[in-house]
């Protein structure tokens, strides 16, 4: 896009002025790139101020607060859990599964940084479907007691479809209005209709890739991430489903994260990847 409203002076590689920068010169020029064995992957970014200053001309950002003014407060918190109160939801074969794994990469952990994850691809998926299951159990038992304590209403969203059913069975006297990939169009619209209209559905259940855009979940002022996706954005659009025009209260994000898990490592993954947002988007104006 940038290349097409001025082709060569933005992105361009200097030799070719004419000639946009392809995928890898892009990322050899502006990431860290290194090879883990298998292929290279991108560890980070480099050069963001200047390419912050090459995009400058032709973007205009502006925050949230500063053209939506009477929203209310978002704030972001943990929901810390132990391994004691994990639950027992997983198949023996996917217990032994958890366990191997999870020292695979534990070890890579300690060895390479979250860098050294690229490695454990297949280990990674299945850990992180794991663990989110894992949770459910402490999740919905604290859900309950959250119901019992108010009259509010509650969003949760997740990744996997496996851990996001668990959760329905698991709240399914609260007459849950669930959202996943597998739910039609039509499913979806009366999913979110019901969740806003009806009293007596109290919580909301999403996966961030089918709901986490695009709809109003503004019944509610609380959510809960029962796992959180690898890219920054994704998590923050399924945040802002509760923080969004017609919102009158205070809005708090909790992620329920496990000690000593797989969940560590997302988070501190995802706050690197925010900083390099931050350092190439803040200020543009």
């Not at 209209?197 to 986490?212: D, L, N, P, T």
Request: overall charge positive; proline content about 2%.
């Amino acid at each position: 896009m940038l290349h097409a409203l001025n082709p060569g002076a933005i992105l361009g590689t200097g030799k070719q002025a004419y000639t946009p920068r392809n995928f890898w010169s892009f990322t050899r020029r502006y990431c860290v790139v290194k090879n883990n064995g298998f292929g290279e992957v991108i560890v980070r970014g480099q050069r963001l101020d200047e390419l912050k200053e090459k995009m400058r001309p032709f973007m205009l950002r502006r925050r949230k607060e500063e053209v939506l003014k009477d929203l209310p407060e978002l704030r972001f918190g943990e929901l810390p859990l132990e391994v004691n109160q994990v639950s027992q939801t997983m198949a023996a074969q996917d217990s032994l599964a958890f366990i191997a794994d999870s020292a695979k990469i534990a070890k890579a952990l300690e060895t390479g940084g979250a860098e050294a994850l690229s490695k454990l691809s297949t280990e990674m998926a299945t850990v992180r479907r794991l663990t989110a299951l894992a949770k459910v159990g402490a999740v919905s038992e604290w859900v309950k007691e959250w119901l019992e304590s108010c009259d509010a209403k509650l969003v949760i969203f997740a990744q996997h479809r496996e851990a996001i059913e668990a959760l329905e069975t698991a709240l399914f006297t609260h007459l849950p209005a669930v959202v996943h990939g597998g739910v039609s169009q039509s499913a979806r619209a009366l999913a979110v209709d019901l969740f806003q209209s009806e009293a007596r559905c109290r919580v909301f259940i999403g996966q961030i890739q089918a709901a986490g855009v695009g709809i109003t979940l503004t019944a509610a002022s609380d959510l809960i991430f029962l796992e959180q996706s690898w890219t920054p954005a994704d998590n923050a659009q399924a945040a802002m489903r509760i923080h969004r025009i017609g919102q009158k209260r205070g809005c708090l994000v909790r992620v329920a994260t496990l000690a000593g898990s797989i969940d560590e490592a997302v988070q501190r993954t995802l706050a690197r990847k925010t900083e390099d947002l931050v350092a190439l988007f803040d200020a543009v104006a």
